[in-house]
Protein backbone atom coordinates (compact mmCIF):
# COMPACT_ATOMS: atom_id res chain seq x y z
CA UNK A 1 0.00 0.00 0.00
CA UNK A 2 1.15 3.33 -0.72
CA UNK A 3 0.05 6.35 0.29
CA UNK A 4 0.84 9.82 -1.76
CA UNK A 5 -0.34 13.18 -0.50
CA UNK A 6 0.11 16.77 -2.55
CA UNK A 7 -1.71 19.95 -2.50
CA UNK A 8 1.11 21.32 -0.01
CA UNK A 9 2.64 24.69 -0.98
CA UNK A 10 3.68 28.27 0.35
CA UNK A 11 0.95 30.33 1.46
CA UNK A 12 0.69 33.65 2.91
CA UNK A 13 -1.01 34.27 6.38
CA UNK A 14 -4.81 34.24 6.25
CA UNK A 15 -4.74 31.88 2.84
CA UNK A 16 -5.86 28.39 2.32
CA UNK A 17 -4.34 25.17 1.32
CA UNK A 18 -6.33 21.59 0.53
CA UNK A 19 -4.30 18.37 1.14
CA UNK A 20 -4.83 15.66 -0.96
CA UNK A 21 -4.17 12.23 -0.33
CA UNK A 22 -5.19 8.99 -2.46
CA UNK A 23 -4.17 5.33 -1.28
CA UNK A 24 -2.99 2.94 -3.83
CA UNK A 25 -5.28 -0.37 -1.97
CA UNK A 26 -8.71 -2.01 -2.57
CA UNK A 27 -11.89 -0.16 -1.49
CA UNK A 28 -12.73 0.17 2.22
CA UNK A 29 -9.23 -0.97 2.92
CA UNK A 30 -9.11 1.52 6.00
CA UNK A 31 -11.18 2.39 9.32
CA UNK A 32 -9.96 5.69 9.55
CA UNK A 33 -7.89 8.19 7.58
CA UNK A 34 -6.00 11.64 9.00
CA UNK A 35 -3.68 14.09 8.84
CA UNK A 36 -0.92 14.73 10.87
CA UNK A 37 1.63 17.17 11.04
CA UNK A 38 5.84 17.65 12.57
CA UNK A 39 8.05 20.46 12.75
CA UNK A 40 11.68 19.42 12.45
CA UNK A 41 12.52 18.13 16.36
CA UNK A 42 9.22 17.55 17.35
CA UNK A 43 7.02 15.00 17.58
CA UNK A 44 4.15 14.15 15.10
CA UNK A 45 1.17 15.68 15.95
CA UNK A 46 -2.71 14.23 14.92
CA UNK A 47 -4.20 17.15 13.02
CA UNK A 48 -7.34 15.29 12.12
CA UNK A 49 -8.79 12.24 11.61
CA UNK A 50 -11.80 10.93 9.57
CA UNK A 51 -13.56 7.25 10.21
CA UNK A 52 -15.32 5.15 7.63
CA UNK A 53 -18.58 6.17 9.19
CA UNK A 54 -17.77 9.90 9.26
CA UNK A 55 -16.93 10.54 12.34
CA UNK A 56 -14.01 13.23 12.40
CA UNK A 57 -11.89 14.81 15.46
CA UNK A 58 -9.76 17.47 15.20
CA UNK A 59 -6.53 18.77 16.93
CA UNK A 60 -7.71 21.84 19.50
CA UNK A 61 -5.04 24.36 17.35
CA UNK A 62 -7.57 23.82 14.61
CA UNK A 63 -9.82 25.89 15.79
CA UNK A 64 -12.50 25.20 13.32
CA UNK A 65 -10.50 26.63 10.42
CA UNK A 66 -9.64 22.89 8.89
CA UNK A 67 -12.28 20.58 7.34
CA UNK A 68 -11.52 16.88 6.71
CA UNK A 69 -13.39 14.40 4.48
CA UNK A 70 -12.77 11.25 2.66
CA UNK A 71 -14.14 8.80 0.41
CA UNK A 72 -12.76 5.22 1.73
CA UNK A 73 -14.35 3.59 -1.12
CA UNK A 74 -11.49 6.00 -3.34
CA UNK A 75 -9.15 5.21 -0.15
CA UNK A 76 -9.06 8.87 -0.61
CA UNK A 77 -8.78 12.01 2.27
CA UNK A 78 -8.72 15.58 1.95
CA UNK A 79 -7.92 18.50 4.37
CA UNK A 80 -9.02 21.71 3.02
CA UNK A 81 -7.24 24.21 5.70
CA UNK A 82 -8.11 28.18 5.85
CA UNK A 83 -7.06 31.35 7.81
CA UNK A 84 -3.53 29.49 7.50
CA UNK A 85 -1.58 31.06 10.43
CA UNK A 86 2.54 30.84 10.08
CA UNK A 87 2.49 27.96 12.93
CA UNK A 88 0.87 26.05 10.47
CA UNK A 89 3.97 25.88 8.89
CA UNK A 90 5.24 21.87 8.97
CA UNK A 91 5.18 18.68 6.77
CA UNK A 92 2.14 17.21 6.80
CA UNK A 93 1.97 13.60 6.62
CA UNK A 94 -1.33 11.32 5.91
CA UNK A 95 -1.93 7.93 7.00
CA UNK A 96 -4.71 5.40 7.45
CA UNK A 97 -5.13 2.27 9.43
CA UNK A 98 -6.01 -0.68 8.00
CA UNK A 99 -8.93 -3.12 8.01
CA UNK A 100 -9.92 -6.38 6.83
CA UNK A 101 -6.86 -7.57 4.76
CA UNK A 102 -4.81 -4.54 5.78
CA UNK A 103 -6.50 -5.19 9.65
CA UNK A 104 -3.86 -3.89 12.39
CA UNK A 105 -1.50 -1.78 10.01
CA UNK A 106 -0.47 1.95 10.00
CA UNK A 107 0.07 3.50 6.56
CA UNK A 108 1.63 6.64 6.01
CA UNK A 109 2.26 8.97 3.07
CA UNK A 110 5.66 10.92 2.55
CA UNK A 111 4.61 13.80 3.65
CA UNK A 112 4.02 17.38 2.01
CA UNK A 113 5.35 20.53 3.03
CA UNK A 114 3.20 23.85 3.68
CA UNK A 115 4.66 27.04 4.58
CA UNK A 116 2.66 29.88 5.93
CA UNK A 117 4.63 33.30 5.55
CA UNK A 118 3.59 36.26 7.72
Known amino acids: VQLQACGGGLVQTGGSLTLSCAASARPFSFNNMGWYRQVPGNQRDLVARITEGGSTNYADFVEGRFTISGDFAKNTVYLQMNSLKPEDTAVYYC?????????????WGQGTEVTVSS
Open 95 to 107: SAEGQRWYRGRQF
